[in-house]
């Protein structure tokens, strides 16, 4: 009886359809459908858990935690202390503390990694923590209202560290690295998708993490006047998913932007070429302007570099 109540409990609180009344009692079919259950100890488990979370999710704590009473009275042997532990987060995110909730929860994956309420756990403070991905603020001082994206990021890794290869791990990883993306903080993006590539190497998201390495060290490259490195590393990686995923290379016209890249990367040796010659520097500006002509001879640098040198 404990066993299959703690299951059900958990699988409430992470799939009830959205939207399902709190008057209805639910169930998962053999296919791993929500159908209307008949009344039973564990369906009744099963829908009162389910009001308790709509509860929270409606910003009803005292609600929350009187309805989390009757329960532990009715179901002592399966409602324990980390049922107590886990209601007392989900007080806090019924009254908005957010921050609060998120210390509550960690407090109870801390002390409760059995529980059968840890995905749960895990699953709020993911949703919290992509708000603050999302661009929620906070009010600090009582009046200063701050971007909470930095406490987001800091969540979710927790949640990784939690979950290990887990898809939760995965859908946390992959709301950080998206996050940073979305804010043009490409170095931080690409230290996360190399991240990412290590613990899943293959498969669909080891494919996404070599793409997105390639991608962001190319948006890191601000210029011909500044430094090429990025460009560079971009290029390997281009290389690489077209020599491991050549279908998905031409779709994504990879071969275009490895030409791009080999036309700025010529451009970039050109200037540096053109600056030595300004100087009087010939023997320099001789040794750049033949290595764009080496090194990248179908490319427009490469024609005038041919005539720089023609001139000698």
Same mark, same amino acid.
């Given at each position: ?103 509550? #929860? ?42 909470? #994206? ?86 390997? #990686? ?75």
């Amino acid at each position: 009886m404990k066993g299959l109540v703690s299951v059900l409990a958990a699988a409430i609180f992470l799939l009830l359809p959205a939207g399902s009344q709190a008057a209805d009692t639910w169930r998962l079919d053999d296919q791993g459908q929500w159908k209307p259950a008949s009344g039973s100890k564990e369906e009744e488990f099963l829908l009162r858990a389910a009001q308790i979370k709509k509860l929270a999710d409606s910003g009803q704590p005292q609600k929350v935690r009187k309805a989390a009473g009757r329960l532990k009275a009715d179901f002592p042997q399966t409602a324990g202390a980390d049922f107590d532990s886990f209601i007392e987060a989900e007080v806090l995110l019924a009254k908005g503390k957010l921050t609060k909730a998120v210390r509550q #929860y960690d407090k109870f994956l801390d002390e409760y990694p059995g529980s059968f309420l840890r995905d749960a756990a895990m699953e709020r403070e993911f949703d919290i923590a992509g708000e603050y991905l999302a661009g929620r603020k906070k009010t600090i001082l009582l009046v200063i209202s701050v971007h909470c #994206y930095d406490e987001g990021v800091k969540i979710m890794e927790k949640i990784s560290d939690r979950a290990g290869s887990a898809d939760i791990a995965k859908r946390a990883s992959l709301a950080v690295v998206q996050s940073y993306e979305k804010r043009r903080q490409y170095d931080e993006a690409y230290l996360k998708w190399s991240q990412i590539q290590t613990v899943w190497p293959t498969g669909q998201l080891g494919k996404d993490a070599l793409l997105g390495m390639a991608r962001n060290k190319y948006a890191t490259f601000r210029g011909p006047e500044y430094d090429g490195s990025g460009l560079i590393s971009a290029k390997s #990686y281009y290389e690489n998913f077209k020599l491991r995923y050549p279908e998905d290379a031409q779709r994504i016209k990879v071969d275009e932007i490895l030409l791009r890249i080999n036309e700025q990367l010529a451009e970039k040796n050109l200037r540096i070429a053109k600056y030595y010659s300004r100087t009087g520097s010939e023997l320099p500006a001789n040794m750049y302007n033949q290595m764009v002509v080496d090194n990248w001879p179908n490319t427009k640098a490469a024609e005038t570099a041919r005539q720089e040198i023609s001139k000698k």
